[in-house]
């Protein structure tokens, strides 16, 4: 795993993640660690992903997770089927996942938000990690999403699932 060392200037400098600019840093920087992971590269290698697409869509989904914005239509969980059908994912590539996902967002912010995405990654790899494993209804289990009025009350959310459509 590549994580940069932070001076004391980088932490000195980092704030909260409260614009679509600051979302999309921190999806191009953790797929950029992603793709370059031993354990994570060789599986987005064997999707053909797009990045320039990927970013994109990620960009939407975690707007729409941290910043409230309506966007991403996707199924979040489930989109992950016919990856893990090529390449099975084992705990190992959910610990690395959520490492990277969690040091890419302390590289680069501070604040309440940037809590909010790590607590969110966390509930999500385990909600993926059931779901994939087959455990029943995990695509279905009721987690918060911000949908978020104010970027002040992160936490002011409400409930929804991870398996269904959503958006618009
Ligand atoms: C073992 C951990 C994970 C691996 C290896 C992984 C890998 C992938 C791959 C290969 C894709 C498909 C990209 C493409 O075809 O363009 C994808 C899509 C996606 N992943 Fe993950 N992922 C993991 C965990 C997570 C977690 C924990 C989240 C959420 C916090 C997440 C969110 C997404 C989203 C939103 C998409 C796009 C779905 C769509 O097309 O609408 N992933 N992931």
Redesign the pocket.
């Known amino acids: 795993m590549i994580v940069h060392p932070l001076t004391d200037d980088d932490l000195a400098n980092r704030s909260d993640l409260l614009t679509r600019d600051d979302v999309e840093l921190l999806v191009r920087s953790f797929y950029r660690y992603a793709a370059m992971d031993e354990l ?1 590269g060789p ?2 290698a064997a ?4 990045w320039d ?2 970013v994109a ?2 960009t939407d ?1 975690w707007a729409w997770q941290l910043l409230g914005e309506r966007g ?1 239509t ?3 969980l489930r ?2 089927e016919p ?1 893990q059908a090529r390449t099975p ?1 084992a705990d190992a ?2 610990e ?3 490492d990277l ?1 969690v040091s890419t967002v302390d590289e680069h912010f501070v604040g309440d938000i940037a809590e909010l995405a790590k607590h ?2 966390t509930k ?2 385990s909600a ?1 990690r059931k779901l994939l494993n087959g455990e029943h209804g995990a695509a279905n289990e009721p987690i918060e999403l911000t949908f978020a009025t104010s970027p002040a009350a992160p936490c002011a959310s409400a409930p929804t699932t991870y398996g269904g459509k959503h958006g618009r």
């Open positions: 994570l599986i987005f999707a053909h992903v797009a697409d990927h869509t990620l989904f991403y996707g199924q979040p989109a992950h990856v994912f590539h959910y690395r996942w959520l996902f969110r990654a999500m790899a993926l």
